[in-house]
C-alpha cells in the first residue's frame, strides 16, 4: 500500500524567510502527487500537482515543489514566506488520475509578521 | 468560484445514534468522495462514488457506513450507529470528469459522546 510522509509537524519562521516542506512517499508505481493547503478556518486547497512532464512545477502563491523519481520525493517550497501563508500543508499521491488520494500527515507552517 | 459545500459544520450525536452528513458537489461534477480526519491523525480516504456506485472503498468503511446521491445536487454519508471512534472532521470532495483534480468542501466535525 502506498504511504506518505512530512517530515515535519511543525515549522515556525519569520516574514521573508524561504520555506521548504518534505514529502516522500513510497509506491513503486507510476504516482500522481499534489500539495493541499488548509488556511485556518477555510477547507483544503489545491497549492500544485504534478503529473508528468517537468519535474519542477509551480503553483499559485509563488509555491512550487520538485518531483525526484529517485527520492520518492516532492518538496514543497517557497522562497519568501508572507504571514498570509500560516496554514496548514498536506502532500498527497494517488495512483491514477482521480483516484483514492492518500495523505501525508501535514505540516502546520506558522509565519511570524 | 463554484465550491463544494458541506452541511452541518459541526454535529454532535450521542454513541449508537444515526448521522447524515451532506454534501452539495459542485454541480456539472461527477466523482464524489468522502475522507474523514480523526484529530491528530492523517487524512484518511472512505469511499468514491461515480455514476450512483460506489467506486472504491476503504476497510473503514463497513456496514455502518453508507454513501447516497439522493437528488441530482446533494451526496450524503450516513453512519448508522455511531461509535466513540467516529469522533473526526469529514471532508467531501468533488472532481470533474477528465479532470484530475479533487476540490473539497469545508468538513463536518462529527463529536460523538
Known amino acids: 500500500a502506498q504511504s506518505v510522509s512530512q517530515h515535519n509537524h511543525h515549522v515556525i519562521l519569520s516574514e521573508a524567510a524561504s520555506l521548504e516542506l518534505g514529502c516522500n512517499y513510497s509506491?513503486?508505481?507510476?504516482?500522481?502527487l499534489f500539495w493541499y493547503v488548509q488556511y485556518p478556518g477555510q477547507h483544503l486547497q489545491l497549492l500544485l500537482k504534478?503529473?508528468?512532464?517537468?519535474?519542477l512545477v509551480k503553483g499559485i502563491k509563488g509555491f512550487e515543489a520538485e518531483f525526484i523519481k529517485s527520492k520518492f520525493s516532492f518538496n514543497l517550497r517557497k522562497p519568501s514566506v508572507q504571514w498570509s501563508d500560516t496554514a496548514e500543508y498536506f502532500c498527497a499521491v494517488n495512483q491514477a488520475a482521480g483516484n483514492k488520494l492518500t495523505f501525508g500527515g501535514g505540516t502546520r507552517v506558522l509565519v511570524k509578521p | 468560484e463554484p465550491e463544494v459545500t458541506q452541511t452541518p459544520s459541526h454535529q454532535v450525536t450521542q454513541m449508537g445514534q444515526e448521522v447524515i452528513l451532506r454534501c452539495v458537489p459542485i454541480?456539472?461534477?461527477?466523482?464524489f468522495y468522502w475522507y474523514r480526519q480523526i484529530l491528530g491523525q492523517k487524512v484518511e480516504f472512505l469511499v468514491s462514488f461515480y455514476n450512483n456506485e460506489i467506486s472504491e472503498k476503504s476497510e473503514i468503511f463497513d456496514d455502518q457506513f453508507s454513501v447516497e446521491r439522493p437528488d441530482g445536487s446533494n451526496f450524503t454519508l450516513k453512519i448508522r450507529s455511531t461509535k466513540l471512534e467516529d469522533s473526526a472532521m469529514y471532508f467531501c470532495a468533488s472532481r470533474g470528469q477528465g479532470s484530475d483534480t479533487q476540490y473539497f468542501g469545508p468538513g463536518t466535525r462529527l463529536t460523538v459522546l
Open positions: 454541480s456539472n461534477h461527477l466523482y
Open positions: 504534478y503529473f508528468s512532464g517537468d519535474p
Open positions: 509506491y513503486g508505481g507510476t504516482v500522481n
